[in-house]
Nanobody
């Protein structure tokens, strides 16, 4: 069992930056690939980024590539999402997720989810 708690969401102006954090409980954090998804009002939950168990591999949605960076600290049981050059279309609830399976961008393959943190980007 893994419990995930996101933090760091806020209201920010376009062009600004935020860093989201996701703290995980349990001793087996390093056995899970970790990802961020986001969901805007009235829209489906979309993949943002994923990082492998060791942190050596990362993948991004095209919409955030070059602006967002996912990282993890297995000693602290935490995964991060550094978001730069934010745009109004980045406004969404951001969710942290963990999978014991292979790396992927399909929400249904993730075993555990946090409750989300709101990011609002004003124009």
């Amino acid at each position: 069992q893994v419990q995930l708690v996101e933090s760091g969401g806020s209201l920010v102006q376009a062009g600004g930056s935020l860093r989201l954090s996701c703290a995980a409980s349990g001793r087996t954090f390093s056995s899970y690939a970790m990802a961020w998804f986001r969901q805007a009002p009235g829209k489906e939950r979309l993949f943002v980024a994923i990082i492998s168990r060791s942190g050596a591999s990362t993948y991004y949605a095209d919409s955030v590539k070059g602006r967002f960076t996912i990282s993890r600290d297995n000693a602290k049981n935490t995964v991060y999402l550094q978001m730069n050059t934010l745009k109004p279309e980045d406004t969404a609830v951001y969710y942290c997720a963990a999978t014991s399976g292979s790396l992927g961008n399909v929400a249904e393959t993730y075993n555990y989810w946090g409750r989300g943190t709101q990011v609002t980007v004003s124009s």
